[in-house]
């Protein structure tokens, strides 16, 4: 505590990607919320200044969104002031390489800084009882929905087989290796590549899996309520819808022809059954239909989709191409690799929160 006193401040990293890989969307949020409420009251009671630093990524499922609804939505107490942010991936060049974005980008980061540390300043807003209990018991449900997927016998098989993961981690795309040393595992597979393989196969499972199992054990009074007085609550819908919007199952399906016919009803049943019940329990939440609150956003996917959606299907064709060559044609694979390559390329670009 003195050597924080002498330095002057406590920085606090909070990472988003490797939480929402192992519990799932709705529970790694929540409980990166609860971690910042702590970490706040701990430096009041010590009398330490904090300054949390957040390492986001720009898919959902890495803490990705628009930056100053974000903002807004952190636990009262948490920012009082200081802040610092990490952005990675295409944010880099889809907020800041044109002048007049950047600057309108840092207006709506600026601003929502502002309005969140002048509102506690004032006074620090108590979230209400119930409405932890009823985030607990969500959180809890989808959790347990999220790790029935992750922890089936045979979803490693599946994985690897309906993304393309293995020709991702062969290609010299990323700043690090796919898998960090050891066994091949999900737990030693990297956040990026995990969230970048879901995107290429149009499912985005990092940013809603589980969210509709957890929001169909809470009554639907409550859920409006908490939607309309909570911005935490209301900002982890409005990026769900996000990625429930960009996710396609039609396109998804296809990529199950590459999947052995063993696997694909049940891993079927279990992705497409959860993705119908969370457009159900968003829809019962809101009030309305996806994206209602956004025709911008809906748009934009609306005008993307038929220049991403042949790109998608010529990808399932490459993969299967690319693994069905047998070992020794090593001229006709640098090919494919290259091919896939440019298909990686154009349905990250069309997709856009990819990384």
Known sequence: LEHVKRRGIQEVMIGYSDSNKDAGFLSANWALYKAQEAVSQVCREAGVPLRIFHGRGTS???????????????????????????????????????????????????????????????????????????????????????????????????????????????????????????????????????????????????????????????????????YAKWPFFETILAFAQMSLAKADMGIFETYFELVPSHLRDTFWTMIHDEYTLTLQQVSRVTGSQLLEHDPTLARGIELRNPYVDPISYLQVELLRRLRNLPEEAETEQVGLDDAVLVSLIGISAGMRNTG
């Open 60 to 226: 959902i499922g890495r803490g990705g969104g628009p930056m100053g609804q974000a903002i807004l939505a952190q636990p009262p107490g948490s920012l009082n002031g200081r802040m610092r942010i990490t952005e990675q991936g295409e944010a880099l060049s889809d907020r800041y390489a044109d002048p007049d974005l950047a600057h309108r980008h840092l207006e709506q980061v600026v601003s929502a800084f502002i309005v969140s540390s002048a509102r506690d300043a004032r006074e620090l807003p108590q979230l209400p009882q119930h409405y932890r209990e009823a985030m607990e018991k969500a959180a809890k449900g989808a959790h347990g929905r999220y790790r029935s997927l992750l922890d089936h016998e045979n979803f490693l098989d599946f994985y690897h087989t309906v993304t393309p993961i293995e020709e991702i981690s062969r290609l010299n795309i990323g700043s690090r290796p796919t898998r960090r040393k050891g066994s091949k595992s999900l737990s030693n597979l990297r956040a990026i590549p995990w969230v970048f393989s879901w995107t290429q196969c149009r499912a985005n499972i990092p940013g809603w899996f589980g969210l509709g199992s957890g929001l169909a054990t809470l009554d639907e009074t409550l859920l409006r309520e908490m």
